[in-house]
Nanobody, 114 residues
């Protein structure tokens, strides 16, 4: 049974930083493409970043140079380091993976004030 548990969200001022964590169980994170998505109020869920099986990372243009996705294989955990946060980064952030179907965590709230 695949389970993803996000943590690390919070409230910060613009320009601040947060590190989100996604602890995976039921899968080996390093054998899968792990993703971060976010959903702001009234908007559709938006893909943010991916770390592929081989370690290649990709990002949506709006976070390039500010966010970094990484993986700790020993902890079976994926991270999203978010720097230079902007109010428009405010959203619920979700970790997601496809293992036959999409699996999602419960989400963690990130609120950035100006």
């Amino acid at each position: 049974q695949v389970q993803l548990v996000e943590s690390g969200g919070g409230a910060v001022q613009a320009g601040g930083s947060l590190r989100l964590s996604c602890a995976a169980s039921g899968i080996i994170a390093s054998n899968n493409a792990m993703n971060w998505y976010r959903q702001a109020p009234g908007k559709q869920r938006e893909w943010v970043a991916q770390i592929a099986r081989g370690g290649t990372t990709t990002y949506v243009d709006s976070v390039k140079g500010r966010f970094t996705i990484s993986r700790d294989n020993a902890k079976n955990t994926v991270y999203l380091q978010m720097n230079s946060l902007k109010p428009e980064d405010t959203a619920v952030y979700y970790c997601g993976v496809i293992v036959g179907k999409w699996y999602w965590g419960q989400g963690t709230q990130v609120t950035v004030s100006s």
